[in-house]
């Protein structure tokens, strides 16, 4: 079998259930593991704003398969030689950041399948195709059923296009609301009404056309009001804030005790 024999986020959000993952920002394989040992559907590991290595990656996707969690990664461009280096590296989904219009999204969905549907090259020896020990066919068509395409929809720009992204063939949608709202002159006040009308109306048009929409939640709370707006592809905190802010927390009551 291979290793991208099944993505048990697209599973779930092909039911229309909710799926829930968290961001991997440390680049420790150690914390992939506890993340799927408890039960996270998928990881995604951020490498648009954070440094990190091919290896580490690939050993990130090791990592993650290994306790069955779904290794997803954020790019940190559009560049189709890196995400199909990625993805013969065995990972299995791409967030491709500012995703504009239709024409840009359509070039990047081609990217990442294989012919007749895209324009993926052929690397059959890869991790991804369990190094050549799958039939040629069976593993293209593994890949293009769980290889998982998001989008990050950051400007409302791209909002307005929506409908044109959506129809490239995507797999998910996920919504940046920082950078939405700074393209809406908000200085990044996430909480405007402002952006949280262009929020619903992307998320109703995504919905309209069957394709589930993400979102990233910092908090119990956030996840809760997320699920409430219709998201259902759900990335909880990191593993570097959750660290964080347990020290914090612990620290300042050490010190409390102290005097």
Not at 19 to 41: K, P, Y
Not at 186 to 207: E, H
């Amino acid at each position: 079998m291979s290793f991208i024999g099944s993505n048990i986020m697209m599973e779930k959000l092909r039911r229309g259930e909710i799926s829930i993952g968290t961001q991997i920002r440390s680049r420790n394989e150690m914390a992939v593991e506890i993340a799927g040992l408890l039960g996270f559907d998928f990881i995604y590991l951020e490498t648009e704003h954070f440094m990190c290595n091919d290896e580490t990656i690939e050993n990130i996707a090791r990592a993650a398969q290994g306790v069955g969690t779904v290794p997803l990664v954020r790019v940190p461009s559009q560049d189709p030689e890196i995400l199909m280096h990625l993805l013969d590296a065995g990972v299995m989904g791409v967030i491709i950041p500012h995703v504009e219009n239709g024409e840009e999204a359509r070039r990047l969905v081609e990217a990442c399948k294989y012919p007749p549907r895209g324009t993926r090259g052929s690397g059959m020896g890869s991790r991804a195709a369990s190094y050549g020990l799958i039939p040629k066919n069976e593993y293209r068509e593994l890949a293009d059923k769980n290889t998982c395409v998001l989008f990050m929809i950051e400007s409302e720009a791209a909002v307005n296009r929506i409908d044109e992204i959506i129809d490239s063939g995507v797999d998910v949608i996920r919504i940046g609301r920082n950078d939405l709202a700074e393209s809406m002159g908000l200085k990044g006040n996430t909480k405007d009404p402002r952006v949280t009308q262009v929020v619903d109306y992307a998320i109703s048009r995504c919905k309209a056309k069957g394709i589930p929409v993400g979102t990233a939640a910092g908090s119990v709370t956030a996840v809760q009001e997320a699920i409430a707006q219709g998201f259902t592809q759900i990335s909880y905190a990191s593993d570097l804030a959750i660290l964080a802010k347990a020290w914090q927390k612990d620290l300042k009551s050490i010190h409390e005790l102290l005097g």
